[in-house]
């Protein structure tokens, strides 16, 4: 177990970069004035729905250039995107919940043992976490924002399949050390990939009303982000 710790406080040996501490509270200072958790927000409530405005951006569609798609009727392709909408908020919720939020409580609960900067590292993965919780919030809000505005029927999604494969590759991690990094790298790449979709949803004016809602989720994952991001890179993964 000892063998396995110093491991560990070497894979997260942030003392080994200068001015890392100086970035921590950089990060923690830019959150008490950017995060959206701290500022009022304007309520999904109070955005103007437009019927005609698509939900989802058809460039991220994978089978978007398949005949079948193709050949759909207009009617057939705003509800398949209004779904994706939908869907993409929902695997949101996943990531936020089983893999985020987990990554970000193991730090907080477990810190590097010898780090100097366990109290800062502490406090910034702990102002993650909140905006985490937000986020979670924001998405649930999203979906049923579409679901009402829309009146589609309720989806089941119930089996994401990136959980499955997260924990496919923990369960070849041999020790707990490995696991830790690995769910963390996990969870760094997944809020990257989260951020990526909301950038081309923003970029598409054909989704104005789903952009509002986007503009809305965009500025919430700034701070959170970056700080993740920053930790990320300051480590050590050998």
């Known amino acids: 177990m000892k063998g396995e710790i110093a491991q560990m406080d070497m894979a997260f040996n942030l003392e080994s970069h200068d001015g890392v501490r100086d970035m921590l509270e950089k990060l923690s200072s830019l959150w008490d004035v950017r995060a959206a958790v701290n500022n009022e ?3 999904y409530s109070e955005l103007l729905f437009d019927q005609g405005k698509l939900d989802f951006s058809e460039s991220l569609v994978p089978f978007r250039d398949h005949p079948t798609w193709q050949a759909a009727s207009v009617d ?5 995107l209004s779904y994706g909408w939908i869907i993409y908020n929902l695997k949101t919720i996943y990531i936020e919940c089983d893999i985020v939020t987990p990554a970000c409580e193991d730090i907080i609960k477990r810190p590097p043992i010898e780090s100097r900067n366990r109290d800062i590292l502490q406090r910034v993965m702990s102002e993650a976490l909140l905006d ?10 999203a979906c049923n924002y579409i679901y009402r505005n829309r009146r589609l029927p309720y989806l089941e999604f119930a089996d994401f399949n990136l959980i499955r494969w997260r924990e496919q590759i923990v369960s070849t991690c041999t020790a707990e050390w490995q696991r830790r ?3 963390f790298g ?4 997944s809020e990257t990939l989260i951020t990526d979709y909301l950038s081309t949803l923003s970029q598409d004016d054909s989704t104005f009303v789903s952009g509002q809602g986007v503009c809305l989720q965009g500025e919430t994952r700034a701070v959170g982000d970056d700080g993740i991001r920053q930790i990320r890179g300051r480590c050590d993964l050998r």
């Open 41 to 43: 927000l304007t309520p």
């Open 186 to 189: 996990i969870a760094c790449a």
């Open 76 to 80: 057939m392709k705003s509800r398949c």
């Open 132 to 141: 985490e919780a937000l986020h979670t919030k924001m998405s649930i809000t």
């Open 181 to 183: 990094l690995t769910r």
